[in-house]
């Protein structure tokens, strides 16, 4: 008899290897061989190979990144989706095994026995136990196709997770630079308060001298009072973006420390490398592929409910009856039982559930497709955003050369007696928005440098560890 089950078991596990459902294959992508906006030639190196650390060379800001990294609470909620999933994994592939269960049970009874001229009662007094196995063979690889989309979703929430964690630094990145940017427009707006206060000063002077009227005065009180109100707005701009990067780096608001001066940051080489490894390195991209893997699975799952189940149930177990009744002593039980059930008629439900599947593996290659063209798109208009923002950089510089310059000739001309002090005056209002324009494209240079690190998928080859290794 086992000789015989053990037979009928090693047949039915080597059909098994027959599973339902197309295996997956990639989809056919056609990509362009150069990014737009691409300016050197292709080549195999790219900056997105690149850590972090090696990008963003503030030591400030690398801490700030590091702090984020370690504490931040989105990376925890992706972390323990991660878990989930495998703990879902776990589930999934304990069905490819036997399950054996256990029970016991025991009780009394009593029953009225009529005789003659009289009713008796008989007792017993029972208990039982016994274990038992259930397996379903997984003839048709309906269990398999469902460890596959299982561990698809595994390695779908790992790049999802590598997905928050870059976006997680160019976050951090990208406010950082925000911060001294506006550090630099807080020293700009404090030269330009000071001066109209010395503006202001002099036109007091000149009319309690009975030298000029009151006008003067107050127009310089109104410029001085604006710029005076410049100053506090970029105070309560400082102050908000601190508290942002506090919440990016898992703290309470507070205090940003800060490294190089936005004057003195540089911008790092940005070679782009080949158009085809935006596919490998994107963490968006590679966990569409997952889906796809996923769904692709599950059509398995579904081909598969056609088929019937076919398993192996077992039973083994003892009882022990006592009582003044007739039955008494112990005695066991087992069997050995095989199993089929299948589908004949369910009103349309498994052929609705494969249509569900197969539109769903649709969804999921338009979705893939989708992802590319976003990453392709977001890949150009950084590398459109750097050339363009190089060159007004140019020019605004050489614009506030020259408005520095005027300011110097107009003071040196009034020092002279050649020109009046509203000459002064107008030189300087000219020279602190053109500083102020000038810092701006100075953070939207390095704000594109983390864009198109971004958008390439910086710091793909570092997977889980993230953080900057010490020592």
């Known amino acids: 008899m086992k000789t015989k089950l053990m037979a009928v078991t090693l047949a039915a596990l080597s059909v098994g290897a027959c599973t339902m459902g197309p295996d997956y294959a990639r989809p056919q992508i056609s990509q362009p061989d150069a990014f737009r906006a691409q300016i050197t030639p292709a080549e195999a190196s790219s900056f997105a190979d690149l850590p972090w650390w090696d990008v963003f060379n503030d030591p400030a800001l690398q801490a700030l990144i590091t702090e984020a990294l370690t504490n931040n609470n989105d990376l925890a909620i992706a972390a323990a989706r991660i878990e989930q999933a495998r703990a879902q994994l776990g589930v999934s592939r304990s069905e490819l095994y036997p399950q054996i269960g256990y029970g016991a049970d025991g009780g009394v009874q009593q029953t009225l026995a009529p005789t003659p001229g009289d009713v008796d009662t008989v007792g017993y007094a029972s208990i039982g136990s016994f274990f038992n196995a259930a397996w379903e063979l997984d003839i048709w690889g309906r269990v398999r196709r469902r460890n ?32 001294l940017r506006l550090d630099r427009e807080l020293a700009i707006a404090e030269e330009s308060s000071a001066t109209h206060k010395r503006t202001l000063d002099l036109f007091v002077l000149r009319f309690q001298g009975g030298r000029d009227s009151r006008l003067p005065s107050e127009r310089a009180r109104a410029s001085y009072e604006s710029s ?15 508290n942002a990067l506090s919440t990016l780096t898992g703290g309470y608001p507070h205090d940003i420390q800060r490294g190089n001066p936005l004057t003195a940051q540089n911008l790092p080489q940005t070679p782009v490398g080949l158009t085809s490894d935006l596919l490998r390195r994107r963490p968006d991209i590679r966990r569409a592929e997952q889906e796809m893997i996923r769904a692709n699975a599950e ?16 039973l083994l ?29 369910t ?22 497709r989708q992802t590319i063209l976003v990453a392709f798109r977001e890949t150009s208009d950084a590398l459109v955003a750097q050339q363009r923002l190089a060159e007004r950089r140019r020019a605004l510089e050489a614009e506030v050369a020259a408005r520095r310059a005027a300011v110097e000739l107009a003071n040196l001309r009034y020092r002279d007696g050649r020109a009046t002090y509203f000459e002064v005056i107008e030189a300087e209002q000219q020279l602190f928005p053109a500083e102020d324009e000038l810092a701006q494209v100075q953070q939207a240079q390095l704000a594109e440098t983390v864009n198109l690190y971004k958008a390439l998928g910086g710091g793909w080859q570092l997977q889980d560890n993230w953080v900057r290794p010490t020592g």
């Open 299 to 314: 059509v398995g799952v579904a081909v598969a409910n056609f088929y019937p189940h076919i398993g192996l149930s077992s």
């Open 317 to 345: 177990g003892g009882f022990h009856v006592d009582g003044d009744g007739n039955i008494g002593g112990s005695f066991g039980v087992w069997n050995i039982l095989g199993n089929l059930a299948g589908p004949l008629f």
């Open 228 to 242: 005076t109100a410049r100053v506090a707005d970029v105070h309560q701009q400082i102050a908000q973006q601190e």
């Open 347 to 368: 009103g349309g439900r498994l052929e609705s559930i494969y249509d569900e599947r197969r539109a769903f593996w649709d969804e999921t290659v338009a979705q893939y």
């Open 148 to 179: 596959e989309a299982a561990q698809a979703n595994i390695f779908a929430q790992e790049e999802v997770r590598r997905g928050i964690m870059l976006s997680l630094v160019s976050d951090v990145a990208a406010g950082y630079f925000r911060l």
